[in-house]
Nanobody
């Protein structure tokens, strides 16, 4: 069973930086994607970005492109989200998701508990 734990959230002023980490355990699959999502109070959960174990390709939402960077350590099963030039609009709870594949079929989604990021103006 896969267990995900996010860490690194906190309070930062606009223009500052934070690095979030997602530590995975019980992870043996070779084919998966790791996605970062966020949810602000009263709003739907939205994509931040993701990375694929198949080819290390990344995707970023337009709202964070050029400011956020996802990195994957396949050996230690750790995923980081480096956030630079933070804005007040980035304030949200950030979640890590692991999606396990067999071919093109999704076997299961795993979620972490989330970590709070607050950006003050």
């Amino acid at each position: 069973q896969v267990h995900l734990v996010e860490s690194g959230g906190g309070l930062v002023q606009a223009g500052g930086s934070l690095r979030l980490s997602c530590a995975a355990s019980g992870f043996t699959s070779k084919y998966y994607t790791i996605g970062w999502y966020r949810q602000a109070p009263g709003k739907e959960r939205e994509d931040v970005g993701c990375i694929s174990s198949n080819d290390d390709s990344t995707y970023y939402a337009d709202s964070v492109k050029g400011r956020f960077t996802i990195s994957l350590d396949k050996v230690n099963h750790t995923v980081d989200l480096q956030m630079d030039s933070l804005k007040a609009e980035d304030t949200a709870v950030y979640y890590c998701n692991a999606r396990i594949f067999q071919g093109l079929s999704i076997l299961h989604d795993y979620w972490g508990q989330g970590t709070q990021v607050t950006v003050s103006e």
